[in-house]
């Protein structure tokens, strides 16, 4: 099997980070590039456009924009080294984006972290699973998932 394409989904948590340096040591080996994708949560903008009272149009925009701004920021934080072919910001439902554009680009790979930025053990993940686990259950192609805690070195 030859790895030429490594989708990252980010979610800008340590485990994300985490998982990114893993990426970033596999995309090395394997001389592959590494594409890194956020997904704005429908129905997380929902939410806040019900509590704010702005359209879903302008809430969409407005945490788009941030999470390309919050992108830079991480990349920045992580150091550059050519590795990070591009970044996307999606918005939608996490899993199905993520399952969509791995399809679509015919990545040979994702690589995810263990648990996302609301951690571990919350209720909806407990009994419905988690992005992880149904990305793995949506996609052909191989998904790791790095857990909280790993050194790179065990690599």
Known sequence: ME?????VP????????????YGKKIASSW???????HVVDSAKASLVADYTKESIEDVKKRLT???KQTFRHFLNDLGHDGLVKDTIVSYGSPFQEIAI???ELQTDLILM?????????QI???????????????????VLCVPMGWSIENI
């Open 3 to 7: 790895i030429s394409l490594i989708l």
């Open 10 to 21: 980010i979610d800008f948590s340590d485990c994300a980070a985490n998982a990114l340096s």
């Open 31 to 37: 001389k592959a590039e590494l594409l890194l994708i």
């Open 65 to 67: 924009n941030q999470a």
């Open 101 to 103: 554009k791995a399809r």
């Open 113 to 121: 972290g263990g648990y996302g930025s609301r951690g571990k053990g």
């Open 124 to 142: 909806d993940e407990i009994f419905f699973g988690g992005t992880v686990d149904k990305v793995v259950r949506l996609l052909p192609c191989p």
